[in-house]
């Protein structure tokens, strides 16, 4: 055998036995998407200089698939190159779907219930408008972006109502404005904030005060708390200087607990005086609340007459009237 002969049997021998060369990229053999996400072109050439073409020529962002690469030296390998493309997640949030009118700031979470991480525009509630807020989660999270519009519940305001009903003081609430709100709990509370009352849009002064055993002092003060079927409330303090709801035209002093005395306990009164028809004075006390039953001021019984009363309150104001003495005639 010639030697150009042996020469290429021997070449062909080590083409036989010469390991096949694997194509090398950086990306690894997986890369993992979510869909719709901005894919990279698939490169021509791998790490070490080796071309080839892919098949498929392109990644689709939309489904997971198998991407192979022919190289165009033979003593290269194929390569596959499996992309996984993943659905994005929904965030989700336990939200209100309104908010009641200038209540307090509520920041919005960060992460979704379903552990999405992300960012809100506008981040904090406004409980002044209506308002469309935006999640935008975190670009290393393969999930969709979150809106949602949050409202804001109407204001609404009370007024306070004051009258004398079967001689009794109350107050009461009304709404002041023409709004369709519906007020389902009223809290009355004193100037200590202990509550007093019951849930009700009145409140009886008369009752609360001859059930109260300290002695209350004018002015009386009281807040009331209405809140609406939606959880939104408003307050209104009220201030009650007396609670003068008509005076007693007589007293029948026999012993019956019905009228036995001059009741003025309720009025804060500063001073009574008492006179005669004649104009002279038969009776005065500071601080009075209800001791004339119809005494003089050294404790004698007053004649059955009609008798001229001069009411000073704490206030400053006076009232003046008529009141009758009636006495059981002796058999």
């Not at 996400?37 to 490169?43: A, C, D, G, K, R």
């Not at 489904?63 to 992309?83: G, H, K, M, R, W």
Request: hydrophobic share 35%; with cysteine; net charge negative.
């Amino acid at each position: 055998m010639n030697l150009p002969m042996l020469v290429q049997r021997i070449l062909l021998y080590l083409s036989l036995f010469h390991a096949q060369v694997t194509p090398v990229f950086s990306f690894g053999n997986e890369l993992t998407f979510c869909s719709g996400e901005t894919v990279p072109s698939l490169p021509t050439q791998d790490d070490n200089g080796v071309n080839g073409i892919w098949t498929p020529a392109s990644i689709d962002n939309t489904q997971t698939a198998n991407y192979t690469f022919e190289p165009s030296d033979a003593c290269a390998e194929s390569f596959i190159l499996n992309v996984i493309v993943t659905e994005p997640i929904t965030p989700s949030f336990s939200l209100p779907s309104s908010v009641c009118f200038n209540s307090n700031a509520v920041i919005l979470p960060t992460e979704s219930d379903n552990g999405i991480i992300g960012t809100w525009i506008p981040s904090t509630i406004n409980s002044t408008n209506d308002t469309l807020y935006t999640f935008t989660p975190s670009s290393t999270t393969c999930a969709t972006g979150f809106s949602t519009t949050i409202a804001v519940l109407p204001a609404f305001s009370i007024g306070i109502i004051d009258q004398c009903e079967n001689n009794q003081f109350t107050i009461g609430v009304e709404l002041n404005d023409d709004t369709n709100v519906i007020i389902t709990d009223y809290t009355w509370t004193n100037e200590n904030g202990t509550i007093v009352g019951a849930n009700s849009s009145t409140f009886n002064v008369t009752e609360y005060i001859r059930s109260t055993p300290q002695t209350e002092t004018f002015p009386l003060v009281f807040t009331v708390r209405a809140t609406s079927i939606d959880g939104c409330f408003t307050e209104e303090n009220i201030s009650i200087p007396s609670i003068f709801c008509g005076i007693q035209k007589g007293i029948s002093p026999n012993g019956d607990n019905l009228n036995d005395f001059f009741d003025l306990a309720l009025l804060d009164v500063e001073r009574l005086s008492i006179f005669n028809r004649y104009g002279r004075k038969v009776f005065g006390l500071n601080n009075y609340t209800n001791q004339w039953y119809g005494q003089t001021d050294d404790g004698k019984a007053l004649p059955s007459a009609t008798y001229y009363y001069v009411i000073e309150f704490r206030n400053g104001e006076s009232k003046s009237g008529w009141i009758y003495i009636m006495r059981e005639e002796s058999r």
